[in-house]
């Protein structure tokens, strides 16, 4: 099966700063979500982007398909920016089944 | 957006009693939705696949009469977790599959087993 990895594995960022998170995957995908699990556990989908870049706020991600990695890039951090952020893929031929990256906590100080 | 909601989102039962957790896709309907449980300090670990109007589809390792789901129409799947035990304790967590391919996910319920 497609492995995913992410790093850092933890980050600590003082407030105001910026900070990039990297995700890997193994093979060829359909598709890549990125997600922000707050402290009360809720996913919250953050991106949806198999290739190119989108933007949204203070968050940006890049996923270059072709060399099998995608960058989540947090701007102007803030302490409501601390959670686990993971990166998912799927490929069509294992259905629609995502699989998770182990995740990087980020905990934001002010 | 889409919308996925979970009921209850924390539950407290007794060793042996059964519990019920449903999955609702609130303003889409879902063909397919998934079930996940996590581990404190741990990624999510898909346990099944479950498709409208068809058996689920379980994970290696996860017991399918002991975590029965039932997917009985187009926005609701049910997990319930059979005569539980303390090391059933944890949190469940639900997806659905929007019409475009992302996955949403409902709130979790956190399950303890005294």
């Known amino acids: 099966g497609i492995q995913v990895e992410q790093s850092p594995p933890d980050l600590i960022l003082q407030e105001g700063a910026n900070s990039t998170l990297r995700c890997n995957f193994s093979d060829s995908v359909n598709n890549l979500q990125w997600f922000h699990q707050n402290p009360w556990g809720q996913l919250i989908n953050l991106f949806y982007?198999?290739?190119g870049t989108k933007q949204n706020g203070r968050l940006s991600a890049t996923t270059v398909a072709t060399e099998r990695y995608s960058l989540l890039y947090i701007s102007s951090s803030q302490t409501t920016d601390s959670g686990v952020y993971f990166c998912?893929?799927?490929?069509?031929?294992?259905?629609?089944?995502?699989?998770f990256g182990a995740g990087t906590i980020l905990r934001v100080k002010s | 957006g889409a919308v996925v909601s979970q009921h209850p989102s924390r539950v407290i039962c007794k060793s042996g009693t059964s519990v019920k957790i449903e999955c609702r896709s609130l303003?889409?309907?879902?063909?397919?939705m998934f079930w996940y449980r996590q581990f404190p300090k741990q990624s999510l670990m898909l346990m099944a696949t479950?498709?409208?109007?068809?058996?689920?589809?379980?994970e290696q390792g996860v017991e399918k009469d002991k975590f029965l789901i039932n997917h009985a129409s187009l926005t609701l799947s049910t997990l319930t977790v059979t005569s539980a035990h303390p090391e059933d304790s944890s949190f469940y967590i639900c997806?659905?599959?929007?019409?475009?391919?992302?996955?949403?996910f409902g709130p979790g319920t956190r399950l303890t087993v005294l």
């Open positions: 479950s498709n409208e109007g068809s058996k689920a589809t379980y």
């Open positions: 997806s659905a599959t929007h019409s475009g391919g992302e996955q949403f």
């Open positions: 303003d889409f309907q879902a063909t397919t």
């Open positions: 998912a893929v799927f490929r069509m031929e294992y259905g629609n089944k995502l699989v």
């Open positions: 982007i198999p290739s």
